[in-house]
């Protein structure tokens, strides 16, 4: 399975949609470079960044409390789990909750998933046995069908789903961006993430709670301004505007929605990053 799909290109001397963005499959070497980014990952093994949201201690009080008197029925699910750091730093920080909850986390590489436990059996000396429950490989806008552990196969590639309200509490970071990846316009990246965004809405509880942080582009940036930015930087990423993340969230049927934003920490340094801020979020099924 190829990890980004190629696209159909448009015919010669048809005219390209006013929201066309570079989808990343049609350029060699834009697309060696988003492979090497996305390597980058490596160096973010043992750095968990669940701990600094800023709705972290919110979220913490609210489950320690919730789940006090009964901390096996807490659940907790990660979207995007990559390498799992966070949540393993979530797990130690609840403490009892954290031993006797459940908690999975689901991403797209197989192989992200292992590098992270391989890492911890040598850094925490963690069991590799007890590690594979805690994670599944799949694709977040159809978790009807995903893959936990085979034992006979010694890979992820037993069939196995997630069914309606079954998390307390779903987190994401730095994911929605990927989306963008092999799709030819920005509607059509927009698409994939409200599609994400509507299994995250299905698989919580009744009650449940999502945060999580992504970036978006400032107030002063019009669609235009977004659409052109995004070409000018062959930038084949989803990034959204401000208001309509929120916007998003709300049209899959989160509420109660709390949101914080930050400039980008390279927006200084960075052309790129002007007007580019980090959204921190928290919303309620």
Request: charged share 35%; proline share 4%; hydrophobic share 30%.
């Amino acid at each position: 399975m190829e990890k980004y799909p190629e696209q159909p290109q448009f015919n010669e001397g048809v005219e390209k949609p006013k929201d066309w963005l570079p989808d990343g499959s049609d350029d060699k070497e834009h697309r060696l470079a988003v492979d090497a980014e996305w390597h980058e990952l490596e160096k973010r093994l043992g750095q968990p960044r669940i701990l600094n949201h800023i709705y972290f201690t919110e979220i913490f009080d609210w489950i320690k409390k919730e789940y006090k008197n009964n901390p096996d029925a807490f659940s907790y699910f990660e979207a995007g789990c990559g390498h799992g750091n966070d949540l393993r730093a979530i797990r130690k920080e609840l403490g009892e909750t954290g031993e006797r909850g459940r908690f999975l986390g689901v991403d797209m590489s197989a192989v992200e998933i292992m590098h992270g436990m391989e890492f911890y059996r040598q850094q925490d000396n963690e069991e590799i046995e007890e590690s594979r429950k805690l994670f599944a490989q799949g694709d977040l806008r159809n978790m009807a069908n995903i893959n936990i552990w085979n034992e006979t196969r010694g890979d992820f590639s037993q069939p196995a789903r997630i069914k309606d309200g079954e998390f307390d509490l779903i987190y994401i970071e730095a994911v929605l961006h990927t989306f963008g990846y092999g799709k030819k316009t920005y509607q059509e990246k927009k698409e994939s993430v409200k599609q994400m965004l509507n299994e995250l809405y299905r698989i919580c509880k009744a009650g449940g709670k999502f945060f999580g942080r992504t970036a978006a582009f400032d107030s002063t940036v019009t669609e235009e301004d977004q659409f052109e930015r995004l070409r000018k930087t062959n930038n084949w990423r989803f990034v959204p505007r401000a208001g309509e993340f929120e916007e998003m969230l709300q049209q899959a049927g989160f509420t109660d929605v709390k949101i914080t934003q930050n400039p980008h920490e390279r927006a200084e340094s960075d052309p790129n990053k002007k007007n580019i801020l980090r959204f921190s979020f928290l919303a309620q099924k």
